[in-house]
């Protein structure tokens, strides 16, 4: 069955150019994996470049270290902002103390104050201690107590305010329901 397949000239070009073809497809798709093993510079320059991403990476280390101190800082910074109370009764109680503290020096007396279902911050491992007070006073003496709370040295956030006018309208004396949050540390969680 051989004998009657004939090899011309132009069957032997075609074959020859196929076998050519079909071996450099075979260089150009496994050149990557067997590459190295025909060149020794590249191999040398691979190496050189992976060094030089480890050289870099060690150079970022200083770099992330440094940023996490400053962040470590900024972070015992904020926190000592936070009320100091151990438990959250503690903190309510802190809370209380500093609502009293800045109504005695408005003159202003404070009619009722309830301590909030304490609720969890949006930052996870802190808690939001709400207190609820109401008392009687005229529009200067309640911008003065609010800019107190907001500027004072514990972070306190005025999370609502309700305001009214006394049934003695013509006294000036408006009705106010402020709540008041402080945030603390929860209990057994690390910065």
Same mark, same amino acid.
């Given at each position: 069955? +051989? ?24 260089? /150009?798709?496994? /050149? ?8 020794? *510079? ?12 480890? @050289? !870099? ?16 800082? $900024? ?6 902002? +936070? ?6 009764? +503690?903190?309510? =109680?802190?809370?209380? !103390?500093?609502? !009293?503290?800045?109504?005695?020096? !408005? ?8 301590? $909030? ?8 491992? /802190? ?6 007070? *109401?008392?009687?006073?005229? %529009?200067?003496? +309640? ?31 408006? @009705?106010?329901?402020?709540? =008041?949050?402080? %945030? $603390? ?7």
């Amino acid at each position: 069955m +051989l004998s009657s397949f004939e090899i011309t000239r132009e069957r032997k070009i075609i074959l020859i150019g196929g076998a050519v073809l079909l071996l450099l497809a075979a260089i /150009y798709r496994f /050149y990557p994996s067997i590459g190295p093993f025909f060149t020794g *510079s590249d191999e040398i320059h691979v190496k050189q470049d992976i060094i030089s991403k480890y @050289r !870099n990476v060690v150079g970022r280390e200083r770099h992330v270290d440094a940023e996490h101190a400053r962040v470590q800082r $900024m972070l015992s910074r904020a926190e000592a902002g +936070l009320l100091a109370g151990a438990t959250e009764s +503690l903190a309510a =109680v802190e809370i209380q !103390n500093i609502i !009293n503290a800045i109504a005695v020096a !408005n003159n202003i007396k404070i009619d009722t104050m309830q301590v $909030m279902k304490t609720r969890d911050a949006e930052e996870v491992g /802190y808690a939001r201690i709400p207190v609820r007070f *109401s008392f009687g006073s005229d %529009i200067l003496q +309640l911008k003065e107590i609010l800019h107190r709370v907001e500027t004072h040295d514990k972070l306190l956030i005025v999370a609502e305010i309700n305001l009214g006018l006394a049934i003695r309208a013509r006294s000036g004396e408006i @009705r106010s329901t402020i709540t =008041v949050e402080g %945030i $603390m540390k929860k209990k057994g969680v690390t910065g």
